[in-house]
């Protein structure tokens, strides 16, 4: 599919390398032109791109059928091979400017940086850091612990991974391996995936302290990861799990803070409508944060707990008065 079907269209990118006006030719072809240039040397790299970056690479990710040849690459391993091609493409397209006697050897030389700056370039598009590096407030945030130093790069690393793993979020079996390398620890199967779970928890948590930067970085990149498909279950009937992309307290957290805003504007009406503020206030934080409100998937905290512990607090007249001059100067009254 790939092989070299312009065998005049290929001499012609050699020999316009050869007199230095690759670059230059390319920058002022027409559409169809350049289509044909593109179309050479893309029929040039490819076998040097699959030899000398995409074998390897699926070897090191233990895809022994992937590095077979192309017609054995997965959908996903594909797309990355055809990117790394595009990225020599662009790159000798742009690069070529000076004579090149050997073309091929020349292109060879430039598959490193042609595709890692690609993909630096693609990361920074999703606002993934192009090149993860720990922030010193967020090593302080971690205690300096070096694994959970080391976990923060890789979950900033794997943000701006367009792949996902498998029907889960974060490739926790991968980051056992490299758990057992840093701490020396010996992998543990189910016991080290749920202490993975809470550090890759722990460390959110850490990088959630800066907001923003949290929201750049890594939940914006993991927006664009493709959604995967999840394994059926035995049962057809039943519906799989949906891929949760925030934590329990994440979810609640935003929760809370919605039914905040859905209460301001219930005590604001009340109190646009002449109601006394004590009463106003009182009867909209039983309604909105009592355990009636609670219509979601789950309650974030027992209902007849909370219930008590409301009507404990908005009987008390002191913590009644600090909680209405609160919310009257979040309104601005």
């Given at each position: ?22 670059a230059d030719s390319a920058a002022a072809a027409p559409p169809g032109e350049l289509a044909r ?54 790159h000798a397209l742009r690069r070529a400017t000076d004579p090149i006697d050997n073309f091929d ?185 009592g355990s009636g409100g609670d219509a979601l998937d789950r309650l974030p905290h027992n209902g ?30």
């Amino acid at each position: 599919m790939l092989d070299t079907t312009f065998p005049a269209a290929v001499a012609d990118v050699r020999q316009l390398a050869r007199d230095g006006r690759l670059a230059d030719s390319a920058a002022a072809a027409p559409p169809g032109e350049l289509a044909r240039l593109r179309g050479a040397v893309y029929s040039i790299a490819w076998p040097l791109v699959f030899a000398r970056i995409t074998k390897p690479l699926e070897r090191q990710r233990r895809h022994p059928d992937c590095a077979r040849g192309l017609e054995w690459l997965r959908p996903d391993c594909l797309d990355r091979f055809h990117d790394d091609v595009e990225a020599v493409v662009e790159h000798a397209l742009r690069r070529a400017t000076d004579p090149i006697d050997n073309f091929d050897g020349w292109l060879a030389t430039r598959l490193s940086p042609a595709t890692v700056d690609a993909h630096r370039r693609r990361r920074g598009e999703i606002g993934a850091l192009q090149r993860p590096r720990l922030p010193a407030w967020l090593g302080e945030a971690l205690g300096g612990d070096p694994w959970l130093c080391d976990l923060a790069v890789q979950i900033l690393v794997w943000a701006g991974v367009p792949a996902t793993a498998g029907a889960e979020l974060w490739p926790l079996d991968g980051w056992g391996a490299r758990r057992a390398e840093v701490t020396g620890a010996p992998p543990g199967g189910h016991d080290t995936r749920d202490t993975l779970d809470r550090e890759v928890r722990t460390v959110l948590a850490a990088m959630g302290t800066k907001p923003k930067w949290y929201a750049e970085h890594v939940e914006r990149p993991l927006g664009h990861k493709r959604a995967p498909v999840a394994p059926m279950p035995a049962d057809s009937a039943a519906e799989p799990a949906p891929l949760r992309l925030v934590g329990p307290e994440e979810t609640d957290d935003a929760r809370l803070a919605a039914r905040a805003e859905q209460a301001l504007r219930a005590i604001e009406r009340r109190l646009d409508r002449g109601e006394d503020p004590p009463t106003a206030v009182a009867t909209v934080v039983r309604r909105v944060f009592g355990s009636g409100g609670d219509a979601l998937d789950r309650l974030p905290h027992n209902g007849s707990a909370r219930d008590d512990w409301l009507a404990t607090a908005l009987a008390d007249e002191a913590r009644l008065d600090r909680i209405v001059t609160t919310v009257l100067a979040v309104l601005g009254r």
